[in-house]
């Protein structure tokens, strides 16, 4: 099988049908350039140029042999344009792990930035508790992860917004009226550390249990309770926008009277940072947080 130097001989043979200005295309001499379309035409076991006085005549297996050259060559220099567009294209896979609550709330428009920029990318995703994102970080599962709260990290962690966590409900206007109603806490399963912050928060305040409460699956089922005047529930602003204004948001307070807040919170290893696509993600996701 001839190799690509002898596709580009033969491509220049073709177009030049003379010896002499071949050899001066090809840099040889001219014995140099007939010994080696000796051997080329010796593996393919047939004439590919009938040699006269006048030039070079391709022959019927010539012609074939040619044609398909020049495929491989173009062929070629498509494969080459390709490997330089991965150095300025951004290709590959990006696997991201994701806090489900910034999966549903935050994290779209992002992709959907990154996507429009960079068509060429892909996009694998898992959501789940803050705590199963870190479990799919050490385990290979995922480039980066994207995880709330203040999380143990000793390798890249960046920080990406704090949102305040607001009391929300129809008909309660302060914190302390919930001691009164009997309508029920209207709670979401959530990670450990989420759920020991508003533990904490509400025995601080309270210093007794609610008196009724209704647990959920998901974050959403919960503001949706609670934005029908089923009950109270303690949601991320993440999780509230400007079409809630029916409902009352009480913000929660710290012990020294601030807005109780949560991070959010880009995390992984070094080497995962080193990848284009997880590169071109960080600087959509810086100019995002700018534009926000």
């Not at 003379?18 to 010796?42: D, G, Y």
């Not at 309270?206 to 209704?214: A, E």
Request: with cysteine; net charge neutral.
């Amino acid at each position: 099988m001839s190799t690509l130097s002898e596709f580009q001989l033969l491509s220049v043979l073709a177009t030049e049908m003379n010896m002499r200005k071949a050899a001066e295309r090809l840099f040889v001499s001219q014995p140099a350039l007939s010994q080696r379309l000796q051997t080329i035409e010796k593996e393919w076991g047939t004439k590919l140029f009938i040699r006269s006085q006048k030039g070079l005549t391709l022959t019927p297996a010539g012609e074939l042999v040619i044609e398909f050259a020049n495929e491989v060559l173009g062929k070629e220099e498509k494969v080459k344009e390709a490997i330089h567009g991965l150095d300025t294209e951004v290709y590959g896979t990006l696997k991201i792990a994701v806090a489900s609550i910034v999966g549903q709330n935050w994290l779209p428009k992002v992709l959907k930035k990154y996507m429009n920029r960079y068509p060429h990318a892909k996009i694998a995703l898992i959501t789940g508790w803050s705590s199963e994102i870190s479990k799919a970080l050490y385990e290979d599962q995922a480039h980066i992860g994207i995880i709330r709260g203040t999380p143990e990290w000793k390798g890249v962690k960046m920080h990406l917004f704090e949102d305040s966590l607001y009391l929300v409900d129809k008909v309660i206007t302060s914190p302390e009226q919930v001691l009164k109603t009997d309508r029920p806490f209207i709670q979401f399963k959530s990670d450990s550390n989420y759920f020991q912050e508003i533990q904490d928060w509400w025995y601080r305040n309270f210093q007794t249990s609610p008196k009724r409460t209704l647990v959920v699956d998901q974050i959403e089922t919960c503001k949706q309770m609670a934005l029908n005047g089923i009950g109270f529930a303690i949601l991320p602003a993440i999780t509230l926008n400007q079409m809630d204004n029916d409902i009352f948001k009480i913000p929660l307070l710290d012990e020294a009277g601030m807005p109780l807040r949560r991070d959010t919170w880009l995390m992984g290893y070094e080497s995962s940072f080193k990848l284009k696509q997880v590169q071109a993600f960080v600087e959509i996701i810086k100019e995002f947080i700018n534009e926000s």
